[in-house]
């Protein structure tokens, strides 16, 4: 398992029937997690000292309850600086499991940058608020970041400024990811680095329907079509639980390596408990390196 374990500003306290109990900065929240079976007892002082409740309904859905925390604040990861805000269905505005992920292709974009002098293009599809586009940046990158929410490229934009990336050769586009990759084709442009982390469900700007079984696998093939001929890296996300590690490395070994060579590696990914020392899953990641 690859483990974000490089957190100062984040930590998952506990864990117990459904719940994970996190400290985002300073502020305690207590959230819904569907991999949390175990009903262990609830002895972490922070359970009954949070400061944000998201409560799951019956129905679907569900409510945030909030006991003194701000509309935003802002925690920092190494040297990117993320704000934060309580929206819809539970989420924050981050995933701090993929800080592992950042770690991984950071230190391939700047091993390529410094020691082969290359520059490297790094495309970011379903790229959310831009954690892993910050952290592209940051090495040295030039990014395309794309996603089809106007109001999660917006976001992503104001992270950017927070870590002092506002100058830094980022292209923001809302766009639907399979148009605008089969756009790109068709122009002929390539990429050092892909990273896809598509949801399960989801609907693209014209209405366009995503369901991660029937469309991961086409669209890595149609992917494979932007990735430079000495591309360095790809990688795939999932929150699926039917999309295991094997069945990341399956598609992305079918698609990638006859053409490109290298190598497939996947893994689950993962936070640690700080209160008992084990790890708490969170979906798994596909690599592809050369």
């Known amino acids: 398992m690859w483990i974000a374990d490089n957190w100062k500003d984040y930590e998952v306290i506990d864990t117990s029937n459904g719940e994970k109990l996190?400290?985002?900065?300073?502020?305690?929240?207590?959230?819904?997690?569907?991999?949390?079976?175990?009903?262990?007892?609830?002895e972490v002082p922070g359970w009954k000292h949070k400061n944000g409740h998201y409560h799951r309904s019956s129905k679907g859905g569900g409510e945030w309850e909030f006991f003194n925390l701000p509309q935003e604040w802002q925690i920092h990861y190494q040297e990117l600086t993320f704000n934060l805000k309580p929206f819809s269905f539970k989420h924050t505005g981050l995933f701090p499991e993929q800080a592992t992920n950042w770690d991984w292709f950071s230190s391939i974009i700047k091993s390529a940058v410094k020691e082969s002098n290359r520059p490297v293009k790094v495309l970011n599809l379903f790229a959310y608020t831009g954690g892993a586009t910050l952290a592209a940046a940051k090495a040295g990158a030039s990014v395309t970041h794309v996603d089809a929410s106007k109001g999660m490229v917006n976001w992503a934009k104001e992270n950017a400024a927070a870590s002092g990336l506002s100058d830094a050769p980022i292209r923001w586009l809302v766009d639907d990811c399979v148009k605008f990759v089969e756009r790109e084709i068709r122009r002929g442009n390539t990429y050092d680095g892909i990273i896809m982390d598509p949801p399960s469900y989801g609907r693209g700007p014209k209405g366009e329907i995503w369901k991660i079984e029937e469309s991961i696998f086409p669209f890595i093939e149609l992917t494979s079509k932007v990735l430079a001929k000495d591309a360095l890296f790809f990688l795939v996300n999932s929150y699926t639980t039917g999309l295991q590690p094997a069945v990341l490395t399956y598609m992305i070994h079918t698609v990638l390596t006859p053409q490109f060579g290298g190598h497939v590696e996947a893994s689950e990914i993962g936070l640690p408990v700080s209160s008992n020392g084990l790890i708490l899953p969170c979906g798994a990641s596909g690599r592809w390196t050369r």
Do not use: A, K, M, S
């Open 22 to 42: 996190e400290r985002w900065g300073d502020y305690i929240l207590v959230r819904p997690d569907p991999q949390v079976i175990w009903n262990t007892p609830r």
